[in-house]
C-alpha cells in the first residue's frame, strides 16, 4: 500500500475510519469521504472529500476531486452506506432506491469511473462493503438487504473482467460491529445472537480489509466477518 493513493467512501464512521487509519499506517494516501459529519472525517488526520452519494453526478465528481488533489486512485474502499430499519410493509419505493442509490449503485459508480486507469496502470484494488444481510437477508430490511446482495452480483461481474490487468475486486461482509451507525438494535442484545457471543468492532473489520487489499491473488470473493452468523 505505501505511496498508493486510496479513496474511502463513509471513511467518518467506525469501519471507514478504523480502515483509514490501517491504510495511512501501511503508507497510503489516503483520501476519506463523508456525507455530513465534516468533524468526524477531519478526525481520521487525512484529506476530506464531501459527497452525496444519493446524487448520481456525486461519484463521478469525487473521483475527479480526488484525483485533481492526490492523483489517480488506486485502492478504492466503498464502504459508505445507509441503514434505516423497517418492516417489508414500510419500505415505499423511494426508500427502495435511496438505499440502493447510496448502497448499490454509487459503489457501482465509483468502480466504474476507477476501473480503466487501475487496468491501464497494472494495479488496483476495489473493495465493496457488503453486509452478511447480503447473504441471510438480515433483520434491517429488504431494501438493505437487496442492496447488498447486489454489490455481491457486482463483485463477481467486475472481478472476472480485470483480474488479468492486476487489478483485485471483492466485497466483505460483516455482521453486528460496534461503534457503527449500523447497529440496528441493542448492542447487548444483538451479541447474544452472535455464536461469539460478542459484538465486533471496527479495528477487527479494518484489519481483514486490509489483508484483503494487500493480497493481489485475491479476488472474486464475498468475505465474511460475522461472529460465526453465517457459515459461509
Known sequence: MRGRVALVTGGSGGIGAALTKRLREAGAIVAVHYA???AAAERTGAPVFQADLRDPAAPDALVD???AELGPIDV???NAGLSRP???EDVDGAAFDETLAVNLRAPFLLARRVLPGMCQRGFGRVLFTSSVAGLTGGIIGPHYAASKAGLHGLT???ATRVAADGVTV???APALIAETAM???DPGELAARVPVKRLGTPAEVADLMLAILDN???TNQVISIDGGMHPG
Open 76 to 78: 478504492l474502499a466503498a
Open 36 to 38: 455530513d459529519n465534516r
Open 65 to 67: 476531486a480526488v484525483e
Open 183 to 185: 447497529l440496528p438494535g
Open 216 to 218: 493481489g491473488y485475491v
Open 170 to 172: 471483492n466485497a466483505i
Open 156 to 158: 463477481h461481474h467486475l
Open 86 to 88: 423497517a418492516a417489508y
